[in-house]
C-alpha cells in the first residue's frame, strides 16, 4: 500500500513570497491532515479535512495560510505572504477514519520550508 | 492543553530500560504514541483508549493512567533501532484532534 505523498520534500524563499505544498493520502482515506512541526517542537494541526469539507481549522493563520481539498482526495497548502516564523516542516496526514479520537494517522515525509 | 513529556531527553545503552512519562492535566479520552527519526515522518506505535487495556508493539509497551491522567511507554532492552524523539498525542474528547506533546529524543549507544 502507498504512503502518503508530499512534494516538494524541501523549499527555500525569500519573505513575502508565496509557497505550496501538496499532498495526497493514502488511497480511500477520507480524512486528511495538515501539521505545522517547528524545529524541536512536536506537530500542531493547522487543518484537518473530512473528504473535501473542513472539520477543523481553528489554529490556520487564516491571513496568510489557505488549504484546499477540492475532489476529496489531493490536498494543496499555501502560505502567501511568507514571514520568517514559517519556517518549519508541514506534515500531511491520512486515515481513514473520521476524527474520534481513535483513528491511526499516517505521515507523509513532510516538506521543510525554509524562510530566508 | 498541550500535554507534558518527561524526561525531554534520554541516553540509553543497548539492552537497558527506560519509561516515557505524558501527562495532561484534563481528562484524556485518548493517547497516541508517535516515534519520529531525524529528518523523517513520525511512525504510529500504539494508541491507548480510556478505560483500555495496555498496549504492545514489539517490545514496548505503554498504560494509560486514567486516575493520574497519564501514560507511560516502556522501552524494554532497548535496541539501537528505537533511538529517536517520541512523542505523545492526547485527544480530550471523542472525536477532537490530537494535541501532541513537546517530544522525549531517546538515544541507545552500543
Known amino acids: 500500500e502507498a504512503g502518503v505523498a508530499q512534494s516538494p520534500r524541501y523549499k527555500i524563499i525569500e519573505k513575502r513570497q508565496s509557497v505550496a505544498f501538496w499532498c495526497n493520502p493514502i488511497?480511500?482515506?477520507?480524512?486528511l491532515y495538515w501539521y505545522q512541526q517547528i524545529l524541536g517542537q512536536g506537530p500542531k494541526l493547522l487543518i484537518q479535512?473530512?473528504?473535501?469539507?473542513?472539520?477543523?481549522d481553528s489554529q490556520l493563520p487564516k491571513d496568510r495560510f489557505s488549504a484546499e481539498r477540492l475532489k476529496g482526495v489531493d490536498s494543496t497548502l499555501k502560505i502567501q505572504p511568507a514571514k520568517l516564523e514559517d519556517s518549519a516542516v508541514y506534515l500531511c496526514a491520512s486515515s481513514s477514519i473520521l476524527g474520534r479520537g481513535q483513528e491511526t494517522q499516517y505521515f507523509g515525509p513532510g516538506t521543510r520550508l525554509l524562510v530566508l | 492543553q498541550q500535554p507534558v513529556q518527561s524526561p525531554q531527553a534520554v541516553i540509553l545503552r543497548e539492552g537497558e530500560d527506560a519509561v516515557i512519562n505524558c501527562s495532561s492535566s484534563k481528562a484524556l479520552y485518548s493517547v497516541h504514541w508517535y516515534r519520529q527519526k531525524h529528518g523523517e515522518a513520525p511512525v504510529f506505535l500504539m494508541i491507548l483508549l480510556k478505560g483500555g487495556e495496555q498496549m504492545r508493539h514489539e517490545k514496548i509497551s505503554a498504560s494509560f493512567n486514567e486516575k493520574k491522567q497519564q501514560s507511560s511507554l516502556y522501552l524494554t532492552a532497548s535496541q539501537l533501532s528505537y533511538s529517536g524523539t517520541y512523542f505523545c498525542?492526547?485527544?480530550?474528547?471523542?472525536?477532537?484532534?490530537?494535541?501532541f506533546g513537546q517530544g522525549t529524543e531517546l538515544s541507545v549507544k552500543p
Open positions: 488511497s480511500g482515506h477520507a480524512t
Open positions: 498525542g492526547t485527544v480530550y474528547n471523542q472525536g477532537g484532534k490530537l494535541i
Open positions: 479535512f473530512q473528504n473535501n469539507g473542513v472539520v477543523d
